[in-house]
């Protein structure tokens, strides 16, 4: 009797190279290559200065290296990637990063689906330290066809959007998950968030008129670097520069609510109202209004705000958000709306709270109404 497993019949390889660049991530490069040789024909790694081993473990994984000056432009080092590649299709991951076993399966499958057609794909970028169980989730196109007319642009948080609208190349939404590992280390988020700050510093001092996400990035990397009050500063230049209901807008006007809480200005909070129902706000939006209105005594709309949570829709949003994380945080705050009047109900919060952070399953709307309010 033959036990051994099927073998699964795919089509062959669609010819795809992976394209990354790197700079001292000898403890992790060989976890992204691994990942990636089931799909990949070609591995090319731009490395930016390594003073560690990474050349020499991306050449045993079957990588090309190429050497590239590290000149603060993150799109500069990406395109010399793209320039080497011989593959039809591109798929980029940085060194930190890796595909599980199923989005592997998933991107051979997606593309031999796809055939010829010029097509590029939002992947979704997890930002996790317990293998993808919970992490926060931003979608970003890192799957594409290989052009000379498809070429990264922004120094830092380099995107190659603009130049697939130019070439009229549609770009379709999956749910394929990248796992990456990068910024759950403190230490090397500071490092990263210093760096970024450095870059969009001279980016914008040296353009004529910088784009209101030049502004939105800046507030980013002073927010990390616990600089709160200047964050809240470029949020708030990058909202007056946008209209009302533009995405980068009402992300923005997020960032500041998160702002405010942190300096404790929680009737500030209130004055931010998205041109959306309330029902369509970002999950951060309504945990961080339910929070205001109970620090400034008014738990009954604390909870109308915070129960909107569990009906909050689950597609990736700027600002990326983990929905495990975020919901866990409403149901905390309602445990302690709840302590005095429903301590039973608030125990058991706390409950699913630890549950859902130990399992990774976001807390649901059935979840919250099975709890025993009295």
């Known amino acids: 009797m033959d036990l051994k497993p099927p073998t699964m019949n795919y ?9 990354l660049i790197a700079r001292d991530e000898a403890s992790v490069i060989a976890r992204c290559l691994e990942s990636a040789k089931s799909i990949a024909d070609e591995l090319i790694v731009v490395d930016t200065g390594s003073k560690d081993a990474t050349r020499e473990i991306a050449r ?12 603060d432009d993150f799109s500069a080092a990406r395109n010399a990637a793209l320039e080497a590649a011989t593959g039809r299709w591109i798929l980029v991951l940085d060194a930190d990063e890796y595909l599980p076993a199923s989005s592997a399966r998933a991107i051979r499958d997606l593309l031999a689906e796809t055939g010829d057609a010029p097509r590029a794909f939002h992947l979704l970028n997890k930002s996790s330290s317990d293998d993808g169980r919970t992490g926060v989730v931003g979608k970003i ?33 999956t749910e394929i998950e990248i796992i990456h590992t990068g910024y759950t280390n403190a230490e090397v988020n500071l490092k990263k968030q210093t760096r970024n700050l450095r870059i969009l510093d001279s980016f914008i001092s040296s353009t004529a008129t910088p784009l209101p996400m030049a502004h939105f990035l800046r507030g ?23 209209f009302s209901g533009e995405a980068l807008h009402e992300a923005a006007m997020v ?19 998205p041109a959306s129902p309330q029902q369509q706000w970002h999950p951060e939006l309504l945990v961080l209004r339910g929070q205001a209105e109970l620090m400034l005594g008014d738990p009954k709309s604390a909870v109308t705000h915070l129960n909107l949570v569990f009906e909050s829709p689950d597609a990736p949003s700027i600002p990326a958000y983990d929905p495990v994380r975020v919901r866990a945080r409403a149901i905390l705050l309602l ?9 039973s109900a ?11 952070l ?6 649901t709307l059935p979840d919250v109404l099975a709890l025993p309010f009295p």
């Open 11 to 19: 089509p062959p390889r669609h010819g795809v190279t992976l394209a």
């Open 60 to 71: 045993n994984a079957g990588a090309s290296v190429i050497d590239f000056p590290w000149v």
């Open 141 to 173: 196109v890192r799957l594409f066809p290989n052009r000379p007319d498809v070429r990264y642009a922004w120094p830092v948080h380099e995107q190659v959007v603009t130049s697939l609208r130019r070439a009229n190349i549609p770009i379709h939404d």
């Open 220 to 242: 980013g990397a002073l927010l990390d670097l616990g600089r709160t009050a200047e964050a809240l500063e470029c949020y708030t230049h990058c909202q007056s520069m946008l």
């Open 255 to 273: 960032r500041r609510a998160t702002c405010l809480a942190d300096l404790h200005r929680f009737a500030d909070i209130l004055l931010l109202h």
């Open 335 to 343: 445990a302690e709306i709840f302590k005095q009047s429903a301590p």
């Open 346 to 356: 608030s125990i058991a919060m706390l409950r699913l709270v630890k549950e859902s």
């Open 358 to 363: 130990t399992s990774g399953c976001k807390i």
